[in-house]
Nanobody, 120 residues
Framework: QVQLVESGGGLVQAGESLRLSCAAS????????MGWYRQAPGKQRELVAT???????NYGDSMKGRFTISRDNAKNTVYLQMNSLRPDDTAVYYC??????????????WGQGTQVTVFT
């Protein structure tokens, strides 16, 4: 069973940066897409950024140009560099991994979430 462990959240001032990390652990698993979603109070969970094992990326609109996703496939770890943080980036950030089960089914795996709070 795949487990995701996140780290790197915290409290920062607007304009500052944070780096989130998420490592997948387990045995005998295959993960294609890894990435991050976030959920602010009273709002739906939204895409932050994802990356496939081949390096293709997808970003949420408000993150483009400020956030950068990267990945170390050998370590099954995904990173999110967040620059120029704004108060509206405040949310719980969840790591996501898509575990490939067979050729047609992807099992979504979620981390426990890490809080990011940006103040002015």
């Amino acid at each position: 069973q795949v487990q995701l462990v996140e780290s790197g959240g915290g409290l920062v001032q607007a304009g500052e940066s944070l780096r989130l990390s998420c490592a997948a652990s387990g045995s005998g698993f295959s993960i294609n897409t890894m990435g991050w979603y976030r959920q602010a109070p009273g709002k739906q969970r939204e895409l932050v950024a994802t990356m496939t094992s081949g390096g293709s990326t997808n970003y949420g609109d408000s993150m483009k140009g400020r956030f950068t996703i990267s990945r170390d496939n050998a370590k099954n770890t995904v990173y999110l560099q967040m620059n120029s943080l704004r108060p509206d980036d405040t949310a719980v950030y969840y790591c996501y991994a898509g575990e490939q089960l067979g050729s047609d089914y992807v099992l979504p795996i979620w981390g426990q979430g890490t809080q990011v709070t940006v103040f002015t």
